[in-house]
Protein backbone atom coordinates (compact mmCIF):
# COMPACT_ATOMS: atom_id res chain seq x y z
CA UNK A 1 0.00 0.00 0.00
CA UNK A 2 1.31 3.39 -0.82
CA UNK A 3 1.71 5.99 1.56
CA UNK A 4 1.84 9.95 1.24
CA UNK A 5 4.66 11.77 2.06
CA UNK A 6 2.74 14.77 3.60
CA UNK A 7 3.49 14.69 7.41
CA UNK A 8 7.26 13.10 7.11
CA UNK A 9 9.75 14.49 9.05
CA UNK A 10 13.52 14.64 9.50
CA UNK A 11 15.35 15.18 12.59
CA UNK A 12 19.19 15.67 13.75
CA UNK A 13 19.72 15.18 17.43
CA UNK A 14 16.21 15.31 18.07
CA UNK A 15 15.92 18.95 16.57
CA UNK A 16 13.45 18.74 13.52
CA UNK A 17 14.08 21.14 10.89
CA UNK A 18 10.54 23.37 9.96
CA UNK A 19 9.14 23.38 7.12
CA UNK A 20 10.34 20.17 4.86
CA UNK A 21 9.77 20.68 1.05
CA UNK A 22 10.92 17.46 0.18
CA UNK A 23 13.22 14.73 0.83
CA UNK A 24 15.36 11.90 -0.81
CA UNK A 25 17.14 9.03 0.13
CA UNK A 26 18.96 7.57 1.41
CA UNK A 27 20.83 6.17 -1.59
CA UNK A 28 22.40 3.27 -0.29
CA UNK A 29 24.87 0.87 -2.63
CA UNK A 30 27.12 -1.83 -2.51
CA UNK A 31 30.46 -1.29 -4.52
CA UNK A 32 31.43 -4.36 -6.93
CA UNK A 33 34.07 -5.88 -7.63
CA UNK A 34 35.89 -6.78 -11.42
CA UNK A 35 37.17 -10.54 -10.67
CA UNK A 36 36.95 -11.85 -13.76
CA UNK A 37 39.97 -14.18 -14.85
CA UNK A 38 41.57 -14.92 -17.86
CA UNK A 39 40.18 -18.37 -17.33
CA UNK A 40 36.49 -17.07 -17.05
CA UNK A 41 33.92 -17.73 -19.82
CA UNK A 42 31.92 -14.81 -18.70
CA UNK A 43 32.60 -11.52 -16.48
CA UNK A 44 32.50 -11.98 -12.69
CA UNK A 45 31.74 -9.82 -9.76
CA UNK A 46 31.50 -9.94 -6.21
CA UNK A 47 30.24 -7.27 -3.49
CA UNK A 48 32.49 -4.54 -2.37
CA UNK A 49 31.98 -2.43 0.21
CA UNK A 50 28.59 -1.32 1.42
CA UNK A 51 28.31 2.30 1.27
CA UNK A 52 25.06 4.26 3.61
CA UNK A 53 24.76 6.96 0.95
CA UNK A 54 23.42 10.40 1.29
CA UNK A 55 20.12 12.36 1.97
CA UNK A 56 19.02 15.23 0.42
CA UNK A 57 16.12 17.49 1.38
CA UNK A 58 14.76 21.06 0.95
CA UNK A 59 13.48 23.51 3.28
CA UNK A 60 11.04 26.93 3.23
CA UNK A 61 14.26 28.59 4.75
CA UNK A 62 14.07 30.74 7.70
CA UNK A 63 17.84 32.07 8.78
CA UNK A 64 15.87 33.25 12.30
CA UNK A 65 14.49 29.87 12.66
CA UNK A 66 16.33 28.04 15.33
CA UNK A 67 16.03 24.44 13.52
CA UNK A 68 17.84 26.22 10.92
CA UNK A 69 20.35 27.90 12.69
CA UNK A 70 21.26 24.45 14.01
CA UNK A 71 21.64 23.14 10.84
CA UNK A 72 24.26 25.35 9.71
CA UNK A 73 25.96 25.58 12.75
CA UNK A 74 26.11 21.80 12.56
CA UNK A 75 27.73 22.16 8.97
CA UNK A 76 30.38 24.20 10.37
CA UNK A 77 31.45 22.81 13.57
CA UNK A 78 30.91 18.97 12.38
CA UNK A 79 33.42 16.25 13.60
CA UNK A 80 31.41 13.46 14.40
CA UNK A 81 28.70 11.66 13.16
CA UNK A 82 25.25 12.46 14.63
CA UNK A 83 22.10 10.21 14.91
CA UNK A 84 18.81 11.35 12.04
CA UNK A 85 15.44 10.01 11.69
CA UNK A 86 13.08 10.30 9.07
CA UNK A 87 9.58 9.38 10.32
CA UNK A 88 6.86 8.42 7.29
CA UNK A 89 3.74 9.66 7.54
CA UNK A 90 2.47 5.97 8.62
CA UNK A 91 4.58 6.38 11.79
CA UNK A 92 7.34 3.75 10.29
CA UNK A 93 11.04 4.89 10.46
CA UNK A 94 14.61 4.99 9.04
CA UNK A 95 17.58 5.74 11.12
CA UNK A 96 21.18 6.38 11.31
CA UNK A 97 23.83 8.46 11.73
CA UNK A 98 25.76 11.30 9.23
CA UNK A 99 26.81 14.08 8.94
CA UNK A 100 25.93 17.43 6.81
CA UNK A 101 27.84 18.30 3.94
CA UNK A 102 26.24 20.49 1.94
CA UNK A 103 23.80 23.86 3.12
CA UNK A 104 22.95 26.15 -0.32
CA UNK A 105 20.20 28.86 0.09
CA UNK A 106 18.65 30.22 -2.97
CA UNK A 107 15.82 32.19 -3.60
CA UNK A 108 13.97 33.75 -6.41
CA UNK A 109 11.58 36.99 -7.46
CA UNK A 110 7.97 35.86 -5.96
CA UNK A 111 9.31 32.84 -4.47
CA UNK A 112 10.04 31.86 -0.96
CA UNK A 113 13.62 31.18 0.34
CA UNK A 114 14.65 27.44 0.36
CA UNK A 115 17.75 25.69 1.52
CA UNK A 116 19.41 22.95 -0.04
CA UNK A 117 20.57 20.05 3.01
CA UNK A 118 22.76 16.96 2.25
CA UNK A 119 23.95 14.52 4.88
CA UNK A 120 26.20 11.71 4.33
CA UNK A 121 25.52 8.94 5.74
CA UNK A 122 27.95 7.12 8.23
CA UNK A 123 26.96 4.19 8.98
CA UNK A 124 23.88 1.26 8.57
CA UNK A 125 20.70 2.25 8.35
CA UNK A 126 17.85 0.55 9.79
CA UNK A 127 14.28 0.78 9.26
CA UNK A 128 11.21 0.48 11.65
CA UNK A 129 8.11 -0.50 10.65
CA UNK A 130 5.03 1.45 11.92
CA UNK A 131 3.53 -0.40 15.43
Known sequence: ????????????????????????????????????????????????????GEITFEIAYDPGSVTHKALVTDIDASTAATVWFITFSDNSTCTGTGFITAFSSSGTLDDKLTASVSVKCTDTIAYAVAP
Open 1 to 52: MAITANGTTISFDGSVPQDLLSISGPTFSVNTIDVTSMSSTRREFTSGQYDS
